[in-house]
């Protein structure tokens, strides 16, 4: 990293797919924060459980205002981490999922929960959930990477494969530029396969010239 990044606190945030305790110690050597995703264990259903209502705080979403419906609470102390460095914090999110969305077994009491652990200090748990969960935008990019040909590789040749991926990083910068530059409304947030269908000719289309 450049030296003006080392000047200034760096976070590393990851699911919980990617969450590890080497992970976690690596980052501990290297000076880094993190806020990795941890799963709803038994452990913590329990601990869930046994929360009164006023521990529970409003969630706050990506505008730093409170979000209607969803809430965090603190479960350090309540839920025992070990092999995590010292300081991890555990920090859960409740929500009320939108009408007619499934729950799952690990859903409690109506609600959706999602945890994650940090080894962040500051107080205000509201904002470092918030601050976590903005590692899916990054997601959404891969995503979009994937849809815009990264998800295939059709050759067998490595040189060929990486010329594919090049053109492929190529076209997904051009279609989040057009989307940042030129387009609005839904249209800025949609995904390629919606674009290809709206803004552009479909396959076989007659068009006059």
């Not at 409170?66 to 102390?77: D, I, K």
């Amino acid at each position: 990293l450049p030296q003006s990044a080392l000047d200034r606190e760096i976070l590393a945030r990851s699911d919980s797919a990617g969450a590890s305790h080497d992970l976690a110690d690596a980052c501990r050597e290297c000076d880094v924060r993190f806020s990795f995703g941890y799963q709803l264990t038994e452990p913590v259903r329990e601990a869930l459980l046994t929360l009164e209502e006023s521990a529970w705080a409003p969630a706050l979403g990506q505008d730093g205002q409170e979000r209607e419906g969803a809430w965090v609470t603190e479960l350090t102390g309540r839920v025992n981490l070990p092999d995590w460095p010292d300081g991890t914090r555990l920090i859960c999110r409740r929500e009320r999922p939108h009408p007619g969305a499934q729950l799952s077994f690990t859903d409690l009491d109506g609600h959706r929960f999602q945890c994650l652990i940090t080894d962040q200090a500051d107080e205000d748990i509201a904002a470092l959930e918030a601050t976590h969960r903005q590692h899916a935008q990054v997601e959404d990019r891969i995503k979009t990477l994937k849809a815009t040909g990264a998800s295939h590789l059709p050759f067998h040749a490595f040189e060929a494969n990486a010329a594919w991926l090049e053109l492929a990083l190529a076209a997904h910068d051009m279609t989040i530029w057009t989307q940042l530059l030129t387009l609005d409304g839904e249209h800025q947030l949609s995904e390629p396969k919606r674009l290809r269908y709206r803004n552009a000719d479909p396959a076989g289309m007659p068009t006059l010239v």
